[in-house]
C-alpha cells in the first residue's frame, strides 16, 4: 500500500515555528490529489486539521497553515504552543483507489 | 451533533473472526461514503475500507482483501466490518470515519476500538 513520507519528529521552543513535510508520488499528490492534515492528541482518535491542501476547519486556530506543490505538502505551526505537542498525519488519495496515510510527525514542543 | 462510536472490538485467536459495528448519529449516513482506519499500537494510520453511500461500491486495501468485509445498514445508521482469518498484524484500534462529501477526506471519527489478535 503507498504510504506519502513524513519526518518522524519535529520540535520546536514555544513561540517558534515548525513545518512538517509530506512527501508522495505522481499517483497520490502529484497526480492533483488534495492533501488533508490531522491532529491526534495522546489516547484519542485523530482530527481534521487542514483539508483541501490549505484550508482549516472552523475552530482550528490560523496558527496552522497548509500548503502543497508538485508532489509535496507541507504543514506550518506558527507560534508553537504546549497543547500542540501530537501527532500529525497527512493524508491523500491514490490512483490506486486507496486512500494513502503519511508516515507520521511527532511534534514536541521544548 | 455528529457522532461515531464504534464496538465490537476485542482478544481473539489467530485465525478467528470478529465483527466490529460503528454507530452514526446527527446527520443523514445514507448520503455518506463511510471507511473504517486502524492503527496497529505505537504505530501510523491504515486506511482499511471503504463503502459508498449505498453500499453498491466498495474498496479494500490489499492487506485485508478477501478476509475483511464492509457492509452498511442505513435503516439503521449503522456501519461494520466483519473480520476473518485475523492475524497478529491485524492488532489495532480500529477507527470509523465519515468520508467528506466529493472531498476524499475523514471527518470526523469515532473514539476507535482495540482489536488484539494473540494466541
Known amino acids: 500500500q503507498s504510504v506519502l513520507t513524513q519526518p518522524p519528529s519535529v520540535s520546536g521552543a514555544p513561540g517558534q515555528r515548525v513545518t512538517i513535510s509530506c512527501t508522495g508520488s505522481s499517483s497520490n499528490i502529484g497526480a492533483g490529489y488534495d492533501v488533508h492534515w490531522y491532529q491526534q492528541l495522546p489516547g484519542t482518535a485523530p482530527k481534521l486539521l487542514i483539508y483541501?491542501?490549505?484550508n482549516r476547519p472552523s475552530g482550528v486556530p490560523d496558527r496552522f497553515s497548509g500548503s502543497k506543490s508538485g508532489t509535496s505538502a507541507s504543514l506550518a505551526i506558527t507560534g508553537l504552543q504546549a497543547e500542540d505537542e501530537a501527532d500529525y498525519y497527512c493524508q491523500s488519495y491514490d490512483s490506486s483507489l486507496s486512500y494513502v496515510f503519511g508516515t507520521g510527525t511527532k511534534v514536541t514542543v521544548l | 451533533q455528529v457522532q461515531l462510536v464504534e464496538s465490537g472490538g476485542g482478544l481473539v485467536k489467530p485465525g478467528g473472526s470478529l465483527r466490529l459495528s460503528c454507530a452514526a448519529s446527527?446527520?443523514?449516513?445514507?448520503?455518506?461514503?463511510m471507511s473504517w482506519i486502524r492503527q496497529a499500537p505505537g504505530k501510523g494510520l491504515e486506511w482499511v475500507s471503504y463503502?459508498?453511500?449505498?453500499?453498491?461500491?466498495?474498496y479494500y486495501a490489499d492487506s485485508v482483501k478477501g478476509r475483511f468485509t464492509i457492509s452498511r445498514d442505513n435503516a439503521k445508521n449503522s456501519l461494520y466490518l466483519q473480520m476473518n482469518s485475523l492475524r497478529a498484524e491485524d492488532t489495532a484500534v480500529y477507527y470509523c470515519?465519515?468520508?467528506?462529501?466529493?472531498?476524499?477526506?475523514?471527518?470526523?471519527w469515532g473514539q476507535g476500538t482495540l482489536v488484539t489478535v494473540s494466541s
Open positions: 446527527g446527520f443523514t449516513f445514507s448520503d455518506y461514503y
Open positions: 483541501g491542501n490549505s
Open positions: 470515519a465519515r468520508d467528506g462529501v466529493g472531498v476524499e477526506l475523514f471527518d470526523p
Open positions: 463503502i459508498s453511500s449505498s453500499g453498491s461500491t466498495i
